[in-house]
């Protein structure tokens, strides 16, 4: 490990490999890149514990591209992130996002994220109760006013997969590794010269990258700044289904989507399981290492509301369970992605709010440019800036799940 360089990237899961994947790749880029990573098991990291899906359905034009070049870079993957003939396979599969909406507001917001999903080219369609009915047979659609459907360009994905394809392919393009943790910043002024590692080292940058997950609050106030993340938890749950759901022959090939229900509890087919979780009761921030499942989530919510969505679910069994954290911006649920605005080499990309995996390649490769050429070039995320922050100006998206 030099003591100079370039970029130090602080948090190396999917967002920091994203990151130094992109600088690495760049020939505009020619600088040092360096990711500082604490636990290379991974095994408490966001993107270790996610359910791991990428859709195209939000409200926000700029959340539908990012969505949208994600699903290509991940269908891409294998070819692009593949080192000495070893090809990374994501397992991605489209099954698609099925919302469903129950109330005149949630039909009424369906109906407008459609517009703005359709007119950037998302291969979504609506569907009234009969048409829900005639592809999934197994949905009870009596309360059911409207649907909507990605048919293509929405599904899951190997979570680990996509990491380590990143951390190998930056790695083989030159960026450096470190175990170690960051434990202070060196701020002159209104620049960040360098980090303090746990190890006793000091060392120097040009950008300093907070891609540090639910801990980035800690990693800005280092360096005597603030943003507005914290530790959220979310508990999934795995079931086995006496007699499983089929969908209709004639659309997707039988295929089952993620179904999100009016209740916002969602489901859908982990091989020949099915992962679920809800949105939680009460929702604190919690302790770093507080990982403990909420058990009444599944007894109390998920369960009732799936064996009343279908019949097929009334007759269930709990065979995996596990709990992992959100990195929650308390603003608006978004991503907070660029430079602070008065030390502006120390870059933001913090507060996905459980959208990191399926936006990592979008914000990967903004955080690239930024530092390469000094803005945005290929989507412009100037409106999930830390200007926001300072002005309080939420950026709305209503397609939060």
């Excluded at 450096?176 to 590692?197: C, H, S």
Aim: charged share 20%; hydrophobic share 40%; aromatic share 10%.
């Amino acid at each position: 490990m030099m003591d100079n360089y370039d970029v130090v990237i602080v948090g190396g899961a999917v967002i920091g490999s994203a990151i130094a994947y992109f600088l690495t790749a760049n020939p505009d880029f020619n600088g040092s890149v360096l990711i500082i990573e604490k636990d290379p098991s991974f095994a408490k990291a966001s993107t270790s514990l996610s359910s791991s899906a990428i859709r195209n359905q939000f409200s926000n034009p700029i959340n539908v591209q990012i969505g949208q070049f994600g699903t290509q870079f991940i269908r891409n993957f294998a070819e692009t992130m593949a080192v000495e003939n070893e090809k990374p396979d994501l397992q991605f599969h489209e099954g698609g996002y099925l919302f469903l909406a129950a109330t005149e507001e949630q039909v009424t917001i369906l109906r407008e994220n459609h517009e703005v999903q359709r007119n950037l080219g998302a291969d979504v369609v609506l569907w009234d109760p009969d048409e829900i009915k005639a592809n999934f047979p197994h949905l009870n659609v009596d309360d059911l006013k409207l649907a909507s459907y990605g048919r293509s360009g929405e599904g899951w994905f190997d979570n680990t997969g996509l990491m380590n394809g990143f951390r190998k392919k930056a790695r083989a393009q030159g960026a450096e590794y470190v175990i170690d943790e960051v434990v202070g910043a060196v701020r002159q002024a209104d620049t960040i010269t360098g980090v303090k590692l746990a190890g006793g080292r000091q060392i120097s940058c040009g950008h300093l990258v907070n891609a540090s997950g639910p801990r980035a609050k800690q990693v800005a106030q280092m360096a005597g700044l603030t943003i507005p993340v914290e530790p959220r938890k979310r508990s999934l749950f795995v079931f086995d289904c006496a007699r499983s759901p089929e969908g209709s022959a004639n659309v997707n090939g039988g295929r089952l989507p993620l179904m999100i229900d009016p209740s916002g509890v969602f489901c859908r087919p982990e091989g020949r399981f099915f992962l679920s979780g809800c949105p939680p009761l009460n929702d604190p921030e919690v302790d770093f290492d507080d990982f403990d499942p909420r058990h009444e989530e599944f007894e109390e919510v998920i369960w009732m509301t799936l064996a009343e969505r279908a019949q097929c679910f009334e007759a269930i069994k709990l065979v995996n369970f596990w709990a992992g954290h959100y990195a929650f911006n308390t603003l608006d649920h978004n991503v907070v992605v660029g430079p602070h605005n008065e030390v502006s080499n120390f870059i933001f990309a913090n507060g996905f709010s459980g959208h990191g995996l399926q936006q990592s390649p979008a914000i990967g490769r903004g955080v690239g440019e930024w530092i390469t050429y000094g803005g945005f070039r290929s989507l412009d995320l100037s409106p999930l800036g830390y200007d926001r922050i300072v002005g309080n100006r939420p950026f709305l998206e209503k397609a939060v799940i």
